[in-house]
């Protein structure tokens, strides 16, 4: 499959055209942004990563009857992808405090939710990706109610499956974020389901195993990515020395 024009290039991936007009070729960076791109750096063999473990949650998700725009991996860094109409919202998912939601709470990190909370943000960087409430989606209308219902609907099921596959390799899924798209009239997964875009801890020591330690220079970063990867691999339930 050769890659033909470059579509888009965002702050941890490249997107191709390829022959086939239904497809795109995603290519995955090692590049990693934080607070809106005022932070940039690095991550060793983080494209090679996050595509293996994209690649690994999109398989376990369509085994379970997810849909998602995966079809293989090319390359270590290369996926095979169909083509979305993507919608500009950021689906983010959270079964536990974290992050921008402990500032919004003034709840401490770690809280356990009652059920999970959905929250929708405007995918537009020159905004800063700002919080959408019910009013703000509709008069947007980025899409229409019945595909937010089905965009609910999908996140709560990705959430119940990749919760519980987690909990087997000992991680807590704390939270996530998903974009979605549309293609042949169909709402389909698109993006990535990487250490990039949730946050991961390991249930034992509750050590962030996730972008989080770029984000807050907490070290670590490439070891915490592997370590992902290797669990869900090699179905490694230990917990880190
Ligand atoms: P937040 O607590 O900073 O709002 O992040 C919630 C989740 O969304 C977390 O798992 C990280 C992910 N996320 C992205 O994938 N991209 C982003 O730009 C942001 C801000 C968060
Ligand atoms: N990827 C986002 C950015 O650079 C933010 C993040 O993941 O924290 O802005």
Known sequence: ME?????????????????????????????????????????????A?????????????????????????LSQREMLVRRLEIIKIEVVVRNIVAGSLAKRLGWPEGVVL????????????????????????????????????????????????????????????????LEFGRCLGKIILGDEISPDTCRFWDATTKEKLDKDRFRRDLGQVAEAYREILERLQGGQNSVQG
């Not at 490249?14 to 497809?23: A, I, R, S």
């Not at 990706?129 to 609907?153: F, G, K, M």
Request: aromatic share 8%; glycine share 4%.
């Open 3 to 47: 890659k033909r024009a470059l579509l888009y290039e965002g702050k941890a991936k490249m997107v191709y055209q390829v022959d086939d007009p239904d497809l795109c070729l995603i290519y995955f960076k090692d590049s990693a942004t934080a607070f809106n791109a005022l932070k940039k750096g690095e991550i060793a063999e983080k494209g």
């Open 49 to 73: 990563m996050n595509n293996a473990i994209s690649a690994h949650f999109f398989a376990l998700l369509a085994k379970e009857g997810v849909e998602s725009h995966f079809i293989r991996s």
């Open 114 to 177: 009652a059920e999970p909370v959905i929250e929708h943000y405007y995918k537009d960087d020159s905004l800063g990706d700002p919080l959408l409430n019910d009013d703000h989606l509709r008069v947007l209308n980025l899409a229409t109610a019945a595909e937010l219902a089905t965009i609910t609907r999908l996140s709560k099921q990705v959430n119940a499956v990749l919760k519980h596959y987690l909990e087997t390799k000992n991680i807590l899924l704390v939270d996530f974020k």
